[in-house]
């Protein structure tokens, strides 16, 4: 959410092109919402005792995840420039 907000606020990303999402989302928030706030009563001493561990997991593999997306696009778009890729 973090970086969607970036995105839009820096105009990188234009609002039209999340609009159509956002309302299907927005429409259907409690199929999304309810399951996961059930989880957390039902999990909660659970998620207490473990909580710094959860926090770390979930930054180093958003972290990860954001490396392996930039390094695979870089090496894709060096190998476009070069013509080993064309566009579909």
């Known amino acids: 959410m973090i970086l969607l907000f970036l ?3 820096f105009k990188i990303l234009k609002p039209e092109k999340v609009q159509s999402v956002a309302t299907v989302i927005t429409k259907n928030m409690a199929v999304f919402f ?6 957390l ?3 909660a001493q659970m998620l207490e005792s473990s ?7 979930i930054a180093g593999s958003t ?12 090496r894709l778009e060096k190998r476009r ?3 080993g890729i064309g566009h579909e």
């Open 51 to 57: 909580f710094v561990a959860i926090v770390a997991a």
């Open 81 to 83: 420039k070069k013509g």
């Open 34 to 39: 309810v399951p996961a706030g059930v989880g």
């Open 41 to 43: 009563m039902v999990y």
């Open 7 to 9: 995105a839009l606020f």
């Open 63 to 74: 972290v990860l995840t954001i490396v392996t997306v930039a390094l695979i696009q870089e």
